[in-house]
């Protein structure tokens, strides 16, 4: 990896890797290592995944990964809301991709329930969620908008202290329109947050974002800021 490069007043460490395949494999280990961490500690690892392509790869990995499996508890961070099982439902891209291949218990998968449509998924998400305890870490991406997880930006994101855990969103600006996510608040409360970004489209949302613009991202803010794993072209400016 090259060298981190840290904008400590924003509590983000910007982690370049060279190219998608060095992200994919950084990523791999940091979840690998989160997880075998918590576990000795804590006996117990609570994972929030994210949607999106980027991580698609990092899960595949993972289904190979000699992990202790029965001790990890996988939930959500945002979801869209159609049937369980239909194919833009990031539940079924990571069950299809990883978790319907290894030993872990049904009932420690925790899949956002949008077949119940927003308003009733979000109140009882933030009823899955009431004894859970902050996060060991939570997996983000970033889009071209700076949304990440379903935050959008022009939206609400539920980042003030009485920010209720999840929210149902019913505009989002990118399909599909209905949606439910965990809120600001809630992703941030976690050991540890891994954004992971590659793709030119995400130029622009990444100066914003290293220029100090309010967005979504820049929402999320665990006490012990964020990590970013970002190809590097996107951290130089264009030629
Ligand atoms: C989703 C997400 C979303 C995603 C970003 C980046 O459910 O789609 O959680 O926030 O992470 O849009 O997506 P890409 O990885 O596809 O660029």
Known sequence: MADRLLDSDLGVRWLPVADGDELQRTAYLRI?????RAIRERGNFIIVLSGGNTPRGVYRMLR???????SCNVYFGDERCVPAGKGERNSTMAADVWLAHVPI???????IPGELGANAAALEYAATLRTVGDFDLVLLGLGEDGHTASLFPNHEWGSGPDAPDVLAIFDAPKPLPQRV???????????????LIAGESKRDAISQWRSGANLPATAIQPNAGVDVLITSALLQHRA
């Open 32 to 36: 690998l290592d989160a997880a075998e």
């Open 64 to 70: 190979d990964a000699h992990a202790d499996w029965a």
């Open 105 to 111: 218990p049904k009932d420690r998968v925790h899949p």
């Open 181 to 195: 996510s965990m809120s600001a608040a809630r992703l941030s409360r976690a050991r540890e947050v891994l954004f």
